[in-house]
T-cell receptor, first 114, second 115 residues
Framework: DAKTTQPTSMDCAEGRAANLPCNHSTISGNEYVYWYRQIHSQGPQYIIHGLKNNETNEMASLIITEDRKSSTLILPHATLRDTAVYYCIVRFRDRGSTLGRLYFGRGTQLTVWP | DSGVTQTPKHLITATGQRVTLRCSPRSGDLSVYWYQQSLDQGLQFLIQYYNGEERAKGNILERFSAQQFPDLHSELNLSSLELGDSALYFC??????????????FGSGTQLSVL
């Protein structure tokens, strides 16, 4: 799986948008970009994923650059409960690949302040 | 609630002992994954089972073993425990074999403390 680079930590004021960047410059055309988060000692929680196009769901938006070498996770109105470690992961798409596992790096510790 | 159930939530044992961690995947999910999370190593993939068969292996020690039963629940067996095995152990499940477009759903983990 392609490696990702994320800032170690970020802060955000409650109610503001949190924009979490991720660099995946070695991503291949067969790899999805996934975002998970982990609230202190809980199991990781799926947020969103995408291949080429921008994606939005009830939790967040994912913006992927045209060259796919970087992406940004956007939490539009951050709350205190969004304080967590956010992991950006790239993952093979092909059926038959045995690389279904997720590789978790160190992620970004997002702290939302009141 | 992810739908993945792990038991027990906490386990305290002594060095040299053997323990079994249990995981029930979401209804209908065929794959089960085990991850270990320690403070210094982060989340490490251990092993994946798909429909009863081992599918992929990660950084799993020889003292550790796992299996997936016909009802699709899985057990992770840790033996000859050492202090360094103290960690959070997570189970996750996915619908199929973990292909690129599948989401993984994680349980709440088992906190293992080896004294």
């Amino acid at each position: 799986d392609a490696k990702t680079t994320q800032p170690t930590s970020m802060d955000c004021a409650e109610g503001r948008a949190a924009n979490l960047p991720c660099n995946h410059s070695t991503i291949s055309g067969n790899e999805y970009v996934y975002w998970y988060r982990q609230i202190h000692s809980q199991g990781p929680q799926y947020i969103i994923h995408g291949l080429k196009n921008n994606e939005t769901n009830e939790m967040a938006s994912l913006i992927i650059t045209e060259d796919r070498k970087s992406s940004t996770l956007i939490l539009p109105h951050a709350t205190l409960r969004d304080t967590a470690v956010y992991y950006c992961i790239v993952r093979f798409r092909d059926r038959g690949s045995t690389l279904g596992r997720l590789y978790f790096g160190r992620g970004t510790q997002l702290t939302v302040w009141p | 609630d992810s739908g993945v159930t792990q038991t027990p939530k906490h386990l305290i044992t002594a060095t040299g002992q053997r323990v079994t961690l249990r995981c029930s995947p979401r209804s209908g999910d065929l794959s089960v994954y085990w991850y270990q999370q320690s403070l210094d190593q982060g989340l490490q993939f251990l092993i994946q089972y798909y429909n009863g068969e081992e599918r992929a292996k990660g950084n799993i020690l020889e003292r550790f073993s796992a299996q997936q039963f016909p009802d699709l629940h899985s057990e992770l067996n840790l033996s000859s425990l050492e202090l360094g095995d103290s960690a959070l152990y997570f189970c996750a499940s996915s619908e199929q074999g973990g292909f690129g477009n599948e989401k993984l759903f994680f349980g709440s983990g088992t906190q293992l403390s080896v004294l």
